[in-house]
């Protein structure tokens, strides 16, 4: 594991230190934040390969949605309606998969745990509920409201 640390962020333990918390919080460990480092790296192999089996899927479906289905409406709308549904999971994976690899950046860079709205601490809780949050909760409640 921390091999894997190693190679994937070598600057993790300097940066660690300047990862913001909220009041009250405790400073952030590099215990928790190789956690979540793993936990990113597993999604993004897991997502790719969900992303892989998704394309694959969706090629196919592409690939034979003129056979067999001859004049019939229903059978030309059922498929319709698979390739819709097999791009919406494309789409989702390739979004969660493009926002987990962003979380990665941040990670690297030294800019995780910062609000990319306000630069207010995103907080320890959220972030370790949703580690791919770029927002903190007060910065993500005014943007749903809008």
Known sequence: MT???AAEFPTLAQHVTAFPVRDGEAPWTYEEVAELAIALLDD???LASELRHADGD???????SGFGAGDDSVDSGSSA???EAELAVVNNVR???DQTNYAIGRLK??????C?????????????A???????IEAREKSARR
Do not use: M, V
Not at 59 to 64: G, Q, T, W
Not at 109 to 114: E, F, N, R, W
């Open 3 to 5: 091999d894997r640390l």
């Open 44 to 46: 993004r192999e897991r």
């Open 58 to 64: 969706l090629n196919e479906l592409l690939h034979n």
């Open 81 to 83: 309606l698979e390739r």
């Open 95 to 97: 979004a969660l998969l």
């Open 109 to 114: 860079a030294g800019t995780y745990a910062t």
């Open 116 to 128: 990319e709205d306000t630069g207010a601490p995103i907080g320890k809780a959220r972030l370790q």
């Open 130 to 136: 949703f580690p791919r949050a770029t927002q903190s």
